[in-house]
């Protein structure tokens, strides 16, 4: 069974980039058709998909977030991390990592979620 942990600091300081990392144990992050996703919820709203990197090593972005967003992988320690630039006081949420079987879409095993608060 896949399981997935999310490590961040815990308190980012606005316009700074956040670091977030997703290790992955029992299962490898370059198994055909796992999509490895970046989710987050802010205080008080729905869910919002991030992004994801897939096992192929190919990224796919929330467009609205693109431009300030990058997800890469090592897959020596079947890990994938997300940066998120000049970050606000609005970046401020519960961030998951999640695997998809197939899909960006579908999610079959979660991390237990990380709270990241920006704050100076």
């Known amino acids: 069974q896949v399981q997935l942990q999310e490590s961040a600091p815990g308190l980012v300081k606005p316009s700074q980039t956040l670091s977030l990392t997703c290790t992955v144990s029992?299962?490898?992050?370059?198994?055909?058709?796992?999509?490895w996703n970046w989710i987050r919820q802010p205080p008080g709203k729905g869910l919002e998909w991030m992004g994801a990197i897939a096992y192929s090593g190919s990224t796919y972005y929330n467009p609205s977030l693109k431009s300030r967003t990058s997800i890469s992988r090592d897959t020596s320690k079947n890990q994938f991390t997300l940066q998120l630039t000049s970050v606000t006081p609005e970046d401020a949420a519960v961030y998951y990592c999640a695997k998809g079987a197939g899909s960006i879409l579908l999610y079959d095993s979660w991390g237990q979620g990380t709270q990241v608060t920006v704050s100076s």
């Open positions: 029992g299962g490898s992050i370059t198994t055909n058709n796992y999509y």
